[in-house]
């Protein structure tokens, strides 16, 4: 006779929760999934080696290690202060941040002098300083999740969030160009000649969640419909203007910022959320006549009038035939589209590109750097795992239990497609040039830290979507964190 199996042992008589040991258990597939990541980092910075130093030196391995501590160190925050959030952000966006510091220790290689490549120390040049900003983003992001233990903590400050956002836009418009001007665009704060910030990458955050907490309260009205056209209902026109104010905004951060890809991102950012909100398509059809029809008065203004609007219409030629001026104002885009088609397929090899040739390769151009070496399929992997993150997002504001959390998630993950979309489309001439960084990849520490921040509030997010309803119907609360009910937090469930 064989003997009997014992019965598993039922959450009952464990004492656990249903569901809860599977949540939990998320953690290790997050930390299995961290690990491969800084693998293929490792893989990555030694394949760049053996390329350009026709060796593997016994160093490789010590930036993916170091970035590989920094992580892990933020997975343990999460394993005890976020236990259900979702397991697939973390890695995602670690390897991108860590094929960023690859790429940028490989442009420091190629600007070394061949023979002094092989002695070039870890932790030098812009490689050096982008894994010091990883560490310091890192911090951040963990000590946000250490600070908010329910999302809906924030929306207590609104309103102090949504006025510091409008100061932080508008603080490069209102400077001397010597002290907020790159390249055309005025977005940074610069002290000195070496250190600069870019506030608009914190507007943002500090701008959605006044979004959010403002169309909570105010969607009911915006819902409403006056008549229908086409089948679709469309708002009434004594309500449209929360966008007409946000829209005359982007506008002027277009003209007087000097930049394309900011202005869309705001004015993105809030049609979309107000989409969100109110579920009327309606809303989307007016913010893309509203502002492509800006665009396109400034672009006629810049040719007739000239002053704040020729910096746009000059990108808006360059856009139209950069091979008109291949040798001078078209000489990035050109370069860039030249990398680009380089690369092909299957690229160059790590290390085997030209990227010295791209102007601002580190910066704006990172994404034609890395085609021009990975070529069409590296590039698409990429987009992605791009597209992991936004889609993870998503799901979190789908599932979150708060209109407040489903605004703040749907918002941040689509803005965080959009700057994709921004900086990808002006690379590969879809869309006329902008100032934004790509997410991770880039060089510069206010688009890290901001970033980070962003996937912080993200994993808290998912963290209360995911958390196990208790048997009287609400969310388990993590230890430590404000009640469910926060006095005056947004708790209706809007519509998936």
Do not use: C
Not at 162 to 178: D, N, Q, Y
Not at 333 to 357: C, I, M, Y
Request: cysteine-free; overall charge neutral; aromatic content about 10%.
């Amino acid at each position: 006779m064989t003997a009997a199996a014992t019965p598993a042992a039922s959450p009952a008589t464990t004492g656990e929760q249903p569901g809860v040991r599977l949540a939990r258990s998320r953690r290790n597939a997050e930390l299995s999934l961290l690990l491969l990541a800084m693998v293929l980092v490792a893989a990555y910075g030694a394949t760049v080696e053996a390329t350009m130093l026709d060796t593997v030196t016994p160093d490789f391995w010590i930036p993916a290690a170091a970035l590989g501590a920094v992580f892990l160190g933020l997975h343990l925050v999460i394993r005890f202060l976020a236990p259900f959030a979702d397991p697939a952000l973390l890695p995602a966006v670690a390897l991108l941040n860590g094929l960023g510091v690859g790429f940028l220790r490989r442009l420091d290689l190629g600007e070394a002098a061949p023979a002094a490549r092989e002695g070039l120390a870890v932790f030098a040049g812009t490689g050096g300083r982008q894994l010091a900003w990883t560490l310091v983003s890192v911090m951040l992001a963990a000590g946000l999740l250490v600070l908010m233990r329910d999302h809906r903590s924030v929306s207590r400050y609104a309103y102090t969030l949504g006025l510091a956002g409008i100061v932080l836009v508008m603080i490069p418009a209102v400077l001397p160009g010597r002290f907020s001007e790159i390249n055309g665009a005025k977005l940074w704060i610069k002290f000195g000649e070496t250190f600069s910030i870019q506030p608009g990458e914190f507007a943002k955050l500090a701008l959605l969640v006044f979004f959010a907490y403002y169309l909570v309260r105010k969607r009911e009205v915006l819902s409403l419909a006056s008549r229908r056209f086409l089948g679709i209902d469309f708002p009434r026109g004594r309500d449209l203007g929360p966008v007409v104010v946000v829209w005359l905004i982007s506008l002027l951060v277009l003209v007087f910022e000097k930049d394309l890809g900011t202005s869309l991102l705001y004015f993105g950012m809030f049609v979309v959320t107000l989409y969100i909100a109110t579920e009327r398509v309606s809303w989307l059809l007016i913010g893309l006549v509203l502002f492509f029809g800006g665009a396109y008065l400034a672009y006629v203004l810049g040719d007739l009038v000239g002053g704040p609007f020729a910096n746009f219409y000059l990108r808006a030629q360059i856009w139209l035939d950069p091979f008109a001026d291949p040798h001078n104002d078209g000489y990035q885009l050109v370069q860039g589209l030249l990398a680009l088609g380089t690369g092909g397929l299957f690229g160059a090899g790590p290390g085997g590109g030209q990227p010295g040739l791209l102007p601002e390769v580190q910066n704006d151009f990172i994404f034609a750097g890395l085609g021009e070496e990975i070529g069409l399929f590296g590039l698409s992997a990429l987009l992605v795992i791009y597209l992991l993150i936004v889609e993870r997002g998503l799901r979190a504001a789908l599932a979150v239990r708060d209109s407040f959390g489903k605004l703040v998630a749907g918002g941040l993950a689509f803005t965080l497609g959009l700057q994709v979309f921004v900086i990808v489309g002006g690379i590969s001439k879809l869309i006329p040039l902008t100032g934004q960084t790509t997410p991770f990849l880039s060089a510069g520490g206010s688009s890290l830290m901001a970033n980070w921040l962003l996937i912080a509030v993200l994993l808290r997010i998912s963290d209360g979507a995911r958390r196990p309803v208790t048997g009287g119907g609400t969310a388990a609360r993590p230890s430590g964190g404000p009640p469910e009910q926060l006095h005056g937090a947004p708790t209706e469930v809007i519509r998936p």
